[in-house]
């Protein structure tokens, strides 16, 4: 019994497809994290918070720890915003951090990423190169089953 039209060349095509836009979606975070560690404001923070979230039923590891971060801009607005996997060990409620920031959008486009918090990075590059190793060579795959190479 076949699910899929096409068997499976056609799950090769789409779970590529699939894992493809996971790794563009982590490229396109990545090169957001690098141009405001290249080109942002810089500010002193701190990391403001550290807590629990509750990622749902149904999870394999139900809670995940989630960083809270805080600084002033320039224009003396204080400043909120939470991180993405801020390094392997994460930060102590009260640790300095250097923060990059956009000054148009301060609360949507900030990041702890550079000297001592290299985690914002290396986690979408992690991502972003494997997915799409793993996307490639599924596609190439679908095009082998194909005939197509």
């Given at each position: 019994?076949?699910?899929?039209?096409?068997?499976?060349?056609?799950?090769?095509?789409?779970?590529?497809?699939?894992?493809?836009?996971?790794?563009v979606?982590?490229?396109?975070?990545?090169?957001?994290?690098?141009?405001?560690?290249?080109?942002?404001?810089?500010a002193?923070?701190?990391?403001?918070?550290?807590?629990?979230?509750?990622?749902?039923?149904?999870?394999?590891?139900?809670?995940?720890?989630?960083?809270?971060?805080?600084?002033?801009?320039?224009?003396?607005?204080?400043?909120?915003?939470?991180?993405?996997?801020?390094?392997?060990?994460?930060?102590?409620?009260?640790?300095?951090?250097?923060?990059?920031?956009?000054?148009?959008?301060?609360?949507?486009?900030?990041?702890?990423?550079?000297?001592?918090?290299?985690?914002?990075?290396?986690?979408?590059?992690?991502?972003?190169l494997?997915?799409?190793?793993?996307?490639?060579?599924?596609?190439?795959?679908?095009?082998?089953?194909?005939?197509?190479?």
């Open positions: 019994m076949q699910i899929l039209p096409g068997g499976t060349a056609t799950f090769l095509l789409l779970f590529g497809l699939f894992l493809g836009a996971f790794a979606r982590s490229a396109l975070r990545l090169n957001r994290v690098l141009r405001l560690v290249r080109h942002g404001e810089h002193e923070g701190r990391c403001a918070d550290r807590r629990t979230v509750d990622r749902g039923p149904g999870m394999e590891r139900s809670y995940a720890t989630e960083y809270v971060f805080a600084f002033r801009t320039r224009d003396g607005r204080d400043i909120e915003f939470t991180d993405h996997a801020p390094g392997p060990f994460g930060f102590e409620v009260g640790a300095p951090v250097r923060v990059s920031y956009d000054p148009a959008d301060p609360a949507g486009n900030a990041t702890v990423a550079g000297p001592g918090a290299w985690g914002p990075v290396v986690m979408p590059a992690v991502f972003a494997g997915l799409g190793v793993f996307a490639v060579g599924l596609l190439l795959g679908f095009a082998a089953m194909r005939g197509w190479l």
